[in-house]
């Protein structure tokens, strides 16, 4: 395959000259451009657009690390940051890390040795120490709270609208309700926002034998949902609408009386149920990380979910 010396060598020209006639730079005569394109068609040679735009400082490519595509909330995440990326002429490389400390680590060193421009985190296993060094060798965006940690984040503020759905649910009569949750509080920032809500609002914790832990997709809720059903529950709040709506095809399809619902993400699914949700409004969340992963932003930027009542 030919290269750039090739080309110096059969035009009779240097390799800083073919560079620029190949890069479209000034400085170059009309003679000598003519002479370099010549061997350019004649070798058939393509520019290697890695290479260049390494050379230019940059990749125009965003690394996405995301630990799993089932669940709503890194769908709507990843599509959002995608659709936001392309609009600025970025690439977007999805990274999936299942939660992989390992995983993750080395996509912070492909950060270091630039292969991305920078790295959206929807979420992570790492704790937030290990990673922060690696923002000096590029830019890192968590999609979470990071409190007191000086680094660029967009993230939703999930509580007030958490205790809104324990609210209502309360306000509705349910007494005994069981949860879906993606972890376990001690690894996953909503799954300890959901459980300290159902505190705060029913002043004791929430049983661990109503606590489905795991739940991500549609089939999960449905499998979930028959959990729920030897505890008794006469209610739900899930972390998904989809979810939810599994949870609903389980009760229907053994002919028992279906649970009040909440559900998540304000899915189309929670419309045709017609169930209460809350829209965390994760478009925003991922055009503000992209906006933060070119540089357009810098700093933390909280976005208010939104509580919607139904039913």
């Not at 451009?33 to 965003?62: C, E, F, W």
């Not at 690394?63 to 970025?90: C, E, K």
């Not at 925003?284 to 039913?311: C, D, K, N, P, Y």
């Amino acid at each position: 395959m030919a290269n750039i010396h090739d080309i110096a060598r059969l035009s009779g020209f240097s390799v800083a000259t073919v560079s620029r006639v190949i890069n479209g730079r000034p400085y170059v005569s009309d003679d000598a451009k003519a002479a370099v394109m010549k061997v350019v068609r004649q070798l058939d040679y393509v520019p290697n657009a890695m290479a260049r735009d390494l050379s230019a400082g940059h990749t125009m490519t965003i690394g996405v690390v995301t630990p799993m595509r089932d669940h709503p909330y890194f769908t709507s995440l990843t599509n959002s940051i995608t659709r936001a990326a392309f609009a600025r002429g970025y690439r977007v490389m999805l990274l999936p890390s299942q939660y992989d400390q390992a995983i993750e680590a080395d996509y912070l060193e492909q950060l270091r040795m630039k292969a991305y421009d920078a790295l959206i985190f929807t979420s992570h296993a790492l704790p937030l120490a290990e990673i922060l060094p690696y923002t000096q060798a590029g830019v890192v965006v968590v999609c979470h709270d990071p409190g007191s940690v000086s680094i660029n984040a967009a993230f939703t503020d999930r509580g007030e609208t958490y205790v809104e759905g324990c609210q209502w649910l309360k306000d509705h009569g349910a007494q005994k309700i069981g949860m879906f949750l993606p972890r376990t509080a001690k690894r996953s920032a909503t799954s300890q926002a959901m459980l300290k809500a159902y505190q705060q609002v029913f002043g004791h914790p929430l049983p661990a034998k109503r606590q489905v832990l795991d739940v991500m997709n549609n089939a999960d809720g449905y499998q979930a949902a028959q959990k729920l059903v030897a505890q008794q529950v006469d209610a739900i709040f899930s972390n998904g609408d989809d979810i939810a709506a599994g949870a609903v095809q389980y009760y229907r399809e053994h002919h028992l009386t279906v649970p009040l619902i909440v559900g998540q993400e304000n899915q189309l699914s929670s419309q045709l149920l017609d169930i209460p949700t809350i829209d965390h409004h994760f478009r925003v969340v991922g055009e503000l990380a992209l906006r933060l992963a070119v540089g357009e932003l810098s700093g933390q930027h909280q976005v208010a979910s939104t509580f919607i009542s139904r039913g």
